[in-house]
């Protein structure tokens, strides 16, 4: 039991440092004006792995909500799981769309593919709403960040700062 | 072994959704002219790379306005979990002290 406990938590503490890797590569890379093209590029693709991992830890949350989505699954889980599709689909396209576009890592690979402006239309639409679906999906699992945060970042924190007091007042 | 199943499931499903968006987009017809003259230069816009991110900063970002679109990403995220977060919390304090009195 404690086992299953240790490794849930040990598995949240992982799904919250690659969630808040993702957050914040995210930001920098939705801003190539601060970045730069480079930066933007690279970092995009390397959150295609994040991605892949961030998926990977909620593989059985995906897999039992898609078994029983026309059973009994209640109203918030339905669109939960919807908006998720959603932002996975949206990523997909934002991803494609970049790389057709892409003027940095592509080239780099020696590859160069025709040049279509409906590709940057599309990267644009897609990012614009990739960051709006972004927000839905973190205020659907708001609860879990407040709760992640307490646990595995305040908390520590307020143990290290108490025991530092601790130790003043000993001294 | 599980794992490199999963993650194959996930390539497959991206690939999917990445190969009916390229046959979408070139079914389209909005591929480049030939000739080797992007459409888009007809409609007035820039070519890839001159327009937004390489030749300087835009007018008006000088002076710290490099944080400009970052502080906005995280403003937009912000408003986005404060609208569903708040109502959710308040009618869920109103369902309790309904329930406690």
Known sequence: MSELSSSSRSSTRIKLTVDLVIFFAFLIAMDPRSSGIAVHEWLASAALAALVVHLLLSWDWIVQISRRFFGRVNLQTRINYLLNWLLFIDGSIMMLSGFMISEAVLPSLGITLPRNFAWRELHDLTANLFL????????????????????????PLGGLFSAAKRKDVAA | MKTLWRILVILVVMGLVMGVTYAVVNAGGSVSLPGGEPRFEERGRPPFGEERFEGGRPEGREGGGWMFGIVKNVGVIAVVVTLIVLPKSVARKRRRSAAAG
């Open chain 1, 132 to 155: 709006l679906l972004l927000g839905l999906h973190t205020a659907l699992h708001w609860g879990w960040v407040v709760d992640s945060f307490k646990r595995y970042i305040f908390k």
